[in-house]
């Protein structure tokens, strides 16, 4: 047992790692991938505030008297006999839980306001809170998409060809989810296959899905026998996470009550995130639907702290509005926007980390994909979250991973994380020689200030195109797809396995064999 445990570093110091040339393709050289080493950003802005200090207070209000005097159902037996042995209002038979203010305060200000989620590479380890950010790849998609292949229901390949991108680009920090479901593999054993898939393809922090006890139990073991830790190490160390999604409005059902548990009881981080769509399954009003979000989340969070005080928790926003013409989800959103803002404001409000999600309704790779990723984003950065969810290859409301799109996600994470770079103001940096050298009506471009720094002075695109009109139409007048398309597959060709220790790939191999002659997760079919 060693004192490193619970401690991270934020950046990685070693140099990014350098397409190998593969059989059958070209090597995919550093300018055709320029970027920089693995870090978290860290936002350097003052979070914005959408609502002043008195309405902030409305929305906590209200979301108390909901908990109150409404309540929310928790379908699990052992939860609510937790919760009433705690001083919560159960009513025998039935399950409606009601808690009051203090209740909740008390019980949230357990939650830790930051803490690190180790990796299996330690130059990979997570800040969550303060003001470190981590993005991570598209989770849960049920299917992958690229222009050569079409839509096509989620398989294992395409599950591990986004786990090679998101290990490959250094701005993909974690993997918050299956970036696209295997429906391939028979759900009873598909956990077991896609956490050996995590270990042994990347070596960055993963999720773990709640859906039924098993579940939670091999993938917490698998996690354990991947990082090489003893149990007491394991339980004392966040090293994976999980995603409870209430079953908005006013719902927590049995598998995410069972995942809640787990998680806690083993020291894991549960991010607990109400989906609260405006106008469906939450008021059609952003201020009531951030009622029931603010609500639903401390619910949890609270529970959490019953089963384990100082559980590590996140709350996580996912508020957005549907089109109220035919019903289907909208992302990216002005409401989407404002949502995400304010409920920064709620967790800074309880001193909690923060999740929100850079998302898009699009169904292809277009303006629209662009722009409502991009204010998704927005939100989620001036929300002053801390874990950014589906960053990276999000298309179709959720329903689809695109290949492409995780190229052009990519593009801007990377412009983002260039934006929350201090701007250096250093004596150099003023350049003042450099000013008096080429005085007035010159120019700077053959100056030593220059061309002791040209190569690096600004951002590098991946998929931008600066060509001017002319070269760019003799090149064949290429679009953004066109390029994505290109480098996704060359991505996977410089992609390298990161090592594991033999005897620990041994040894989950045999704990999925093991678990699978005993027949996995009950399934119904």
């Given at each position: 047992?060693?004192?490193?445990?619970?401690?991270?570093?934020?950046?990685?110091?070693?140099?990014?790692?350098?397409?190998?040339?593969?059989?059958?393709?070209?090597?995919?050289?550093?300018?055709?991938?320029?970027?920089?080493?693995?870090?978290?950003?860290?936002?350097?802005?003052?979070?914005?505030?959408?609502?002043?200090?008195?309405?902030?207070?409305?929305?906590?209000?209200?979301?108390?008297?909901?908990?109150?005097?409404?309540?929310?159902?928790?379908?699990?037996?052992?939860?609510?006999?937790?919760?009433?042995?705690?001083?919560?209002?159960?009513?025998?038979?039935?399950?409606?839980?009601?808690?009051?203010?203090?209740?909740?305060?008390?019980?949230?200000?357990?939650?830790?306001?930051?803490?690190?989620?180790?990796?299996?590479?330690?130059?990979?380890?997570?800040?969550?809170?303060?003001?470190?950010?981590?993005?991570?790849?598209?989770?849960?998609?049920?299917?992958?998409?690229?222009?050569?292949?079409?839509?096509?229901?989620?398989?294992?390949?395409?599950?591990?060809?986004?786990?090679?991108?998101?290990?490959?680009?250094?701005?993909?920090?974690?993997?918050?989810?299956?970036?696209?479901?295997?429906?391939?593999?028979?759900?009873?054993?598909?956990?077991?296959?896609?956490?050996?898939?995590?270990?042994?393809?990347?070596?960055?922090?993963?999720?773990?899905?709640?859906?039924?006890?098993?579940?939670?139990?091999?993938?917490?073991?698998?996690?354990?026998?991947?990082?090489?830790?003893?149990?007491?190490?394991?339980?004392?160390?966040?090293?994976?996470?999980?995603?409870?999604?209430?079953?908005?409005?006013?719902?927590?059902?049995?598998?995410?009550?069972q995942g809640l548990i787990e998680m806690a009881?083993?020291?894991?981080?549960?991010?607990?995130?109400?989906?609260?769509?405006?106008?469906?399954?939450?008021?059609?009003?952003?201020?009531?639907?951030?009622?029931?979000?603010?609500?639903?989340?401390?619910?949890?969070?609270?529970?959490?702290?019953?089963?384990?005080?100082?559980?590590?928790?996140?709350?996580?926003?996912?508020?957005?509005?549907?089109?109220?013409?035919?019903?289907?989800?909208?992302?990216?959103?002005?409401?989407?926007?404002?949502?995400?803002?304010?409920?920064?404001?709620?967790?800074?409000?309880?001193?909690?980390?923060?999740?929100?999600?850079?998302?898009?309704?699009?169904?292809?790779?277009?303006?629209?994909?662009?722009?409502?990723?991009?204010?998704?984003?927005?939100?989620?950065?001036?929300?002053?979250?801390?874990?950014?969810?589906?960053?990276?290859?999000?298309?179709?409301?959720?329903?689809?991973?695109?290949?492409?799109?995780?190229?052009?996600?990519?593009?801007?994470?990377?412009?983002?994380?260039?934006?929350?770079?201090?701007?250096?103001?250093?004596?150099?940096?003023?350049?003042?020689?450099?000013?008096?050298?080429?005085?007035?009506?010159?120019?700077?471009?053959?100056?030593?200030?220059t061309q002791a720094r040209y190569k690096d002075?600004?951002?590098?695109?991946?998929?931008?195109?600066?060509?001017?009109?002319?070269?760019?139409?003799?090149?064949?007048?290429?679009?953004?797809?066109?390029?994505?398309?290109?480098?996704?597959?060359?991505?996977?060709?410089?992609?390298?396995?990161?090592?594991?220790?033999?005897?620990?790939?041994?040894?989950?191999?045999?704990?999925?064999?093991?678990?699978?002659?005993?027949?996995?997760?009950?399934?119904?079919?």
């Amino acid at each position: 047992m060693t004192d490193d445990i619970d401690m991270a570093p934020l950046e990685d110091t070693q140099p990014a790692r350098r397409g190998r040339r593969r059989r059958g393709g070209e090597k995919a050289t550093p300018d055709l991938f320029p970027q920089k080493p693995f870090r978290q950003p860290r936002n350097i802005f003052t979070p914005l505030e959408a609502v002043s200090a008195d309405e902030l207070e409305a929305i906590h209000d209200a979301s108390m008297r909901v908990l109150e005097e409404i309540g929310i159902d928790f379908l699990h037996e052992d939860a609510k006999a937790m919760l009433k042995a705690a001083g919560a209002d159960v009513t025998p038979g039935e399950d409606r839980v009601r808690m009051d203010r203090a209740m909740v305060t008390e019980l949230v200000a357990k939650a830790p306001a930051e803490f690190t989620i180790r990796a299996r590479n330690r130059a990979h380890d997570l800040q969550i809170g303060g003001n470190a950010i981590s993005f991570s790849c598209v989770a849960s998609a049920p299917n992958a998409v690229d222009r050569d292949g079409g839509r096509r229901p989620g398989n294992r390949e395409d599950f591990q060809n986004f786990l090679k991108l998101s290990q490959y680009f250094n701005i993909i920090h974690c993997l918050m989810g299956y970036p696209v479901e295997p429906v391939d593999i028979h759900a009873s054993v598909r956990h077991l296959d896609g956490i050996a898939d995590f270990l042994r393809l990347t070596d960055k922090v993963y999720h773990i899905y709640s859906l039924g006890m098993e579940r939670n139990r091999d993938g917490l073991e698998l996690t354990r026998i991947g990082y090489g830790l003893t149990r007491e190490e394991f339980e004392r160390t966040p090293c994976t996470t999980t995603v409870i999604n209430t079953s908005s409005p006013l719902r927590l059902d049995t598998p995410m009550l069972q995942g809640l548990i787990e998680m806690a009881n083993a020291g894991q981080v549960s991010i607990v995130t109400p989906f609260t769509l405006a106008g469906a399954m939450a008021p059609v009003t952003v201020a009531g639907a951030l009622t029931l979000q603010n609500a639903e989340a401390l619910a949890g969070i609270a529970f959490a702290q019953i089963v384990k005080p100082g559980a590590p928790v996140v709350y996580g926003g996912f508020t957005s509005n549907v089109d109220m013409r035919s019903g289907a989800p909208a992302f990216g959103t002005p409401e989407y926007m404002k949502a995400a803002i304010v409920g920064g404001q709620l967790a800074r409000r309880y001193n909690l980390p923060y999740r929100s999600s850079g998302v898009c309704a699009a169904n292809t790779v277009d303006y629209q994909a662009a722009l409502e990723t991009t204010l998704s984003e927005w939100g989620a950065i001036n929300g002053g979250a801390n874990l950014i969810k589906h960053a990276a290859g999000w298309l179709e409301g959720g329903l689809s991973a695109g290949f492409e799109k995780f190229i052009t996600d990519i593009d801007l994470l990377q412009k983002i994380a260039e934006y929350l770079t201090p701007l250096d103001v250093s004596e150099e940096a003023l350049a003042i020689d450099a000013i008096r050298e080429v005085g007035p009506a010159g120019h700077f471009f053959g100056t030593e200030h220059t061309q002791a720094r040209y190569k690096d002075a600004f951002y590098a695109p991946i998929v931008s195109d600066w060509r001017n009109y002319e070269t760019w139409a003799e090149a064949g007048s290429p679009i953004a797809y066109d390029k994505a398309n290109m480098l996704f597959k060359k991505a996977l060709e410089a992609y390298e396995q990161p090592a594991l220790d033999p005897a620990i790939d041994e040894e989950i191999t045999a704990f999925v064999e093991k678990r699978k002659a005993e027949g996995g997760a009950p399934t119904d079919f």
